[in-house]
């Protein structure tokens, strides 16, 4: 079975793009792969989080990706920093990393633009930190969406030089990988783009929500005064709702509704109180279980117990193995 190891960030609560983007893919891919995912917390440093949020970053984020299904049984969950063999790696593959290269990455110019006064060497050796997460298990594969693939470029880069100065054949190369799950890019509450935690307040639609809440948010969104022709295109506002509605409502009521905009009877109102309503459904189990989940601490102790000392056998394994090709042997 192919490896595949994936980093998730500490950052913010899940909503439903991260679900229908990124999360249903690890539910696949966890059947599918021998899976390592883990929560990025060392490369969350680069901004300093206040040490009290997080850990209850850490503890949401570990929470709310079990609640959706994450299933450690199956595959390996584990908190990065818990692995101390990620670190010593990085600092290995700091010696084959040109600051040249990491200068012209594009996250570390975009970081740079945006927060010019916190530009730290952990920020610029971040890929260096993102290839040791996925070298250390050997993956083949790294499922990430378009933003990553230049550090995806990296990885393959530093395992290349690194097989090639030893000459060995040890790391291999990995490549951005999706499992079959077809990825959607889910659109935002107000009327364009894509639905992200850090668009306008409303935007996005968390799996914490509460039932008012989520129709709040909806009733909100952005709609037009209606179509005036029979089957009239849809303008980037309407499409949106419909793309939201079909991820999460049956097909009947998404043709009632597309129906209903042909012949020019529709009312927005209408479709988005069943949006949201369909919306809850689909959140409500979940949302109930991060509850449960979050407030079990024994549990998600347990897990990233279990899942660290899992990902330690192969990680133990792969910087053994590095250090014996360097020529650091016991004596
Ligand atoms: P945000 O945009 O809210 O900051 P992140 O960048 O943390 O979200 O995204 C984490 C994962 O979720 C990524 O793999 C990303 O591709 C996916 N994702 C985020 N928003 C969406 C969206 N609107 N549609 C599809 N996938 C998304
Ligand atoms: N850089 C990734 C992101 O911003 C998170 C991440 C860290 C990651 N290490 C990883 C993803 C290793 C895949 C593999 O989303």
Redesign the pocket.
């Given at each position: 079975m192919e490896t595949v190891v994936s980093g998730i960030?500490p950052?913010?609560n899940l909503?439903l793009?991260?679900y229908?983007?990124?999360v249903k893919n690890f539910l696949k891919m966890q059947h599918d792969a021998n899976c390592y995912f883990f929560v990025a917390d060392y490369h969350s440093l680069t901004t300093h989080p206040h040490p009290d949020n997080l850990n209850a970053s850490v503890k949401q984020v570990l929470a709310e990706n079990l609640a959706c299904g994450l299933n450690p049984e199956i595959c390996t969950l584990y908190v990065q920093s818990d692995l101390p063999e990620v670190a010593e790696l990085y600092l290995l593959l700091n010696m084959l990393a040109y600051t040249g290269e990491l200068e012209r990455s594009v996250t570390f110019k975009e970081k740079i633009r945006k927060d010019p006064n916190n530009v730290n060497a952990g920020l610029l050796t971040y890929p260096v930190l993102m290839a040791a997460d996925i070298l250390i298990h050997k993956a083949a594969k790294v499922p990430?969406?378009k933003d990553q693939e230049q550090h995806l470029e990296f990885t393959r880069n530093f395992a290349v030089r690194f097989n090639h100065l030893y000459g060995v054949e040890f790391f291999p190369q990995p490549v951005a990988y999706n499992f079959g799950v077809q990825?959607?890019?889910?659109?935002?509450l107000d009327g364009s783009g894509?639905?992200?935690?850090?668009e306008a307040e409303g935007n996005?639609v968390f799996l914490i929500d509460e039932h008012d809440t989520i129709k709040k948010k909806v009733m909100r969104a952005v709609t037009d005064s209606g179509p005036t022709e029979p089957n009239q295109p849809k303008p980037e506002a309407i499409t949106n709702i419909f793309t939201l509605m079909k991820l999460v409502s049956s097909n009947d009521t998404v043709q009632h509704f597309e129906d209903a905009y042909n012949n020019c009877t529709i009312r927005y109102g209408d479709m988005k109180k069943q949006l949201a309503e369909d919306m809850n459904i689909f959140i409500a189990p979940i949302r109930e279980k991060i509850k449960e989940i979050s407030s079990d601490e024994k549990y998600i102790s347990k897990v990233v117990r279990e899942g660290a000392e899992k990902a330690h056998e192969s990680a133990r394994k792969t910087v053994q193995e590095v250090r014996n090709i360097i020529g650091m042997r016991s004596f």
């Open positions: 960030r950052t913010g909503h793009g991260n229908f983007g990124a990430v969406g990825l959607v890019k889910v659109p935002g894509k639905m992200g935690k850090s996005a």
